[in-house]
């Protein structure tokens, strides 16, 4: 049986149903490049941006980072769980006048000059880990739940526990211009710890370490996985379920 499923997140949550057992769900709508602290404010319009974005996927989820699509999309498109990570919640938001939108590294460089600077819109930049930024983060929060327990009272709301890599899997440390994983890890540890205030949020975790693979499809980076823990995710995925299945992690 087929199981419909709405990604909220990044590629450590879409890249798993590449594997073996992962065409058993349907991928129903993917967001990334977003974050709830974007998706409750209004929209924002910058086309001049979109039409310097070549690529279609990336264009589409600016897009619908501008647009604001996350709640109605719950409401019209059904889904037998919400599959959340919050990775791509390092990146910072602009916001001018209750509008705003992620700074994502698509919408940065669309933004880039010829001579190298970001010439963003005017507006307010609220960092990535910044406590505004967590302010309006717990009300999407709110919100986000709020709406699923209406729109789709019988759907998962499930957590893809998640943190960055410190090394690949040959333990070579990855680069410190990649980003400070020890800070990263915190974020996302206070982002969790709010998540599991609210019992009908439940969580995909590991026994499995982190581990970067350097033969990744997108190439080296903290969040870009081998096998083991992509396999991993898709197992407790169907415990979930209670469907039976078996894997191998190595």
């Not at 977003?34 to 989820?61: G, Y």
């Not at 899997?169 to 990649?178: D, F, H, K």
């Not at 997108?218 to 469907?243: E, I, K, T």
Request: glycine share 6%.
């Amino acid at each position: 049986m087929s199981r419909s499923i709405f990604i909220l997140g990044s590629c450590v949550s879409r890249d798993a149903f590449e594997y073996p057992s992962g065409e058993l769900f349907f991928i129903s709508k993917y967001l990334a490049r977003t974050s709830l602290a974007s998706q409750i404010l209004k929209k924002f319009s910058d086309e001049d941006a979109l039409q310097r974005i070549p690529s279609k996927f990336q264009r589409d989820v600016v897009f619908a980072d501008m647009e604001k699509i996350l709640f109605r999309s719950i409401w019209e498109i059904p889904f037998d769980a919400l599959v959340i990570d919050f990775i791509d919640d390092r990146f910072p938001l602009l916001v001018s006048e209750c509008a705003g939108l992620t700074v994502s590294s698509e919408y940065a460089d669309a933004k880039r000059r010829d001579d190298g600077i970001v010439a963003l819109p005017s507006g307010t930049i609220l960092e990535g880990r910044s406590g505004p930024k967590l302010e309006l983060w717990q009300k999407g929060l709110d919100l986000l739940l709020d709406v699923v327990s209406r729109a789709r009272p019988n759907a998962h709301v499930i957590v893809n526990r998640v943190y960055w890599a410190s090394e690949t899997y040959s333990g070579e440390s990855l680069p410190s211009w990649m980003g400070d994983w020890k800070v990263e890890n915190a974020f996302l540890d206070e982002l969790y710890r709010r998540c599991a205030l609210f019992p009908q949020v439940k969580f995909i975790e590991y026994d499995v370490p982190f581990r970067s693979d350097p033969n990744h499809v997108w190439g080296l980076s903290p969040f870009h996985y081998g096998a083991p823990v992509y396999m991993a995710f898709l197992s407790r995925l169907h415990s979930m379920f209670g469907d039976q299945a078996t894997f191998s992690f190595q």
